[in-house]
């Protein structure tokens, strides 16, 4: 993340529309908005156990989608909230980080 500002930039409600649109069809019925903001939630708390938010400006960041996959897979679990399939969970990530980069957000 660049700076601060790039927080303001981040609309929830535009990112859970954008990974609804990004995902495959035949997926796209089995989140709902609930659930896809409960795995943005969890992206993020990946994020901040991984250290991404304290990396300096200039560092590049390596995130690793198995791990976020896995971290997301196994609290839905814990939580109780659902029994998502890595495979499709994969997609709503892929969604996220796609809009993150749309807003210019890595920047």
């Given at each position: 993340?660049?700076?601060q500002?790039?927080?303001?930039?981040?609309?929830?409600e535009?990112s859970?529309?954008?990974?609804?649109?990004?995902?495959?069809?035949d997926i796209?019925?089995?989140?709902?908005n609930?659930?896809i903001?409960?795995i943005?939630d969890?992206?993020y708390?990946?994020?901040?156990?991984?250290?991404?938010?304290?990396?300096d400006?200039?560092?590049?960041i390596?995130i690793?989608?198995?791990?976020i996959?896995?971290?997301?897979?196994k609290?839905a679990?814990?939580d109780?909230v659902a029994?998502?399939?890595?495979?499709e969970?994969?997609?709503v990530i892929?969604?996220?980080l796609?809009?993150c980069e749309?807003?210019g957000?890595f920047?």
């Amino acid at each position: 993340m660049s700076n601060q500002d790039d927080l303001f930039m981040y609309d929830d409600e535009e990112s859970i529309k954008f990974i609804k649109n990004y995902l495959p069809f035949d997926i796209k019925e089995k989140f709902t908005n609930d659930d896809i903001c409960y795995i943005v939630d969890l992206i993020y708390e990946f994020y901040e156990s991984d250290g991404v938010f304290n990396a300096d400006d200039d560092e590049e960041i390596e995130i690793d989608e198995n791990k976020i996959v896995d971290f997301v897979v196994k609290n839905a679990k814990k939580d109780q909230v659902a029994d998502f399939d890595p495979e499709e969970v994969v997609f709503v990530i892929r969604g996220e980080l796609e809009y993150c980069e749309s807003i210019g957000m890595f920047e």
